[in-house]
């Protein structure tokens, strides 16, 4: 079956702009989550949804970066006035629901550079 | 924050060789989970242990786990050139909250 997907793969955008990226979980998978990997740190947690609704979105560096899962399914991470520091690799996992037993899957990621 | 510490940041062996790759944590966990990433793109999972296993086996991986010292231990054995990747630890924490807490990842490079 289809793995989580990402679109972009890859993304340059000018200082300033606003930028939207997508991430398409495995069906049927009820939690989604988002993070963020910096050249040669390790992915860190940004905001993970179950169902519709963000459950956790402590990890959200500031309010230009927001998230959404409307229907519960495909979910889009909107970045507002991107800064050089947003440039990053962009992780979307899902899994089957949320609690610590469920192996999380990750998707390719999108590469976000901010010029 | 990062919660996990791998040790050693990279390592570099010979094929058929065992690489032993270690994480260390700080604060209680559920459990402990090991990824690989190639390229630095998606990752891959490859096992979870949890805080009430000690020891556990999936092919040619062991992993271990010592929460008395908040350590773990990822050994490939055997190993091949395919196994050149980063690997990290993830961790995930007590309570409701199911987001995983990564390393900074070991780079391993497996000569032919």
């Known amino acids: 079956g289809a793995g989580v997907s990402q679109t972009p793969s890859n993304k340059v955008t000018e200082k300033g702009k606003y930028v939207e990226l997508r991430c398409d979980p495995i069906s049927g998978h009820t939690a989604l989550y988002w993070y963020r990997q910096s050249l040669g740190q390790g992915p860190e947690f940004l905001i993970y949804?179950?169902?519709?609704?963000?459950?956790?979105d402590s990890g959200l560096p500031n309010d230009r970066f927001f998230a959404v899962r409307p229907e519960g399914s495909v979910s889009t991470l909107k970045i507002q006035r991107t800064e050089r520091g947003d440039s990053a690799v962009y992780l979307c996992?899902?899994?089957?629901?949320?609690?610590?037993?469920?192996?999380?899957?990750f998707g390719p990621g999108t590469r976000l550079t901010v010029l | 924050s990062q919660q996990g510490e791998e040790d050693p940041q990279a390592l570099s062996i010979q094929e058929g060789e065992n690489a032993t790759m270690n994480c260390s944590y700080k604060?209680?966990?559920?459990?402990l989970q090991w990824y690989r990433q190639n390229s630095g793109r998606g990752l891959v999972h490859l096992i979870l242990i949890r805080s009430n296993e000690r020891e556990k086996h999936s092919g040619r991986l062991r992993v271990t786990l010592d929460t008395s010292k908040k350590s773990s231990s990822l050994l490939i054995m055997a190993s091949r050139a395919a196994d050149t990747a980063s690997y990290f630890c993830?961790?995930?924490?007590?309570?409701?909250?199911?987001?995983?807490?990564f390393g900074k990842g070991i780079t391993l490079s497996v000569r032919p």
């Open positions: 993830a961790t995930h924490g007590r309570g409701a909250n199911s987001k995983l807490t």
């Open positions: 996992a899902s899994s089957l629901s949320t609690g610590g037993g469920n192996e999380q899957f």
């Open positions: 949804f179950q169902g519709t609704g963000a459950a956790d």
């Open positions: 604060t209680s966990i559920n459990n």
